[in-house]
Nanobody, 126 residues
């Protein structure tokens, strides 16, 4: 069982930066691949970034590649999303998620994730 709590959202001007955190509880955190997703008003939830359980492999949506960086600290049970060069279209509720099964590769598929946080709002003003 894994519980996830996001933090770090807020209001920022275009071109600015934010760092989201996702604290996970559960003894087996280090064995789960993790991901970040987001949902903008009136739109479906979409994949943002993923990181392998060991942290050695990452994967990004084209829309954030080169601007966002996902990382994890298994000792702290936390994953991060560093967001730079933010754009108004990045405005959304951001969710972290843990994969359904331990180990395995990174995934952009929402159906591969089973545990979800409550989300944190990110608003980018123009």
């Amino acid at each position: 069982q894994v519980q996830l709590v996001e933090s770090g959202g807020g209001l920022v001007q275009a071109g600015g930066s934010l760092r989201l955190s996702c604290a996970a509880s559960g003894r087996t955190f280090s064995t789960y691949g993790m991901g970040w997703f987001r949902q903008a008003p009136g739109k479906e939830r979409e994949f943002v970034a993923a990181i392998r359980w060991g942290g050695g492999s990452t994967y990004y949506a084209d829309s954030v590649k080169g601007r966002f960086t996902i990382s994890r600290d298994n000792a702290k049970g936390t994953i991060y999303l560093q967001m730079d060069s933010l754009k108004p279209e990045d405005t959304a509720v951001y969710y972290c998620a843990a994969k359904r099964a331990p180990y395995g590769n990174t995934s952009f598929r929402e159906t591969d994730y089973y545990y979800w946080g409550q989300g944190t709002q990110v608003t980018v003003s123009s």
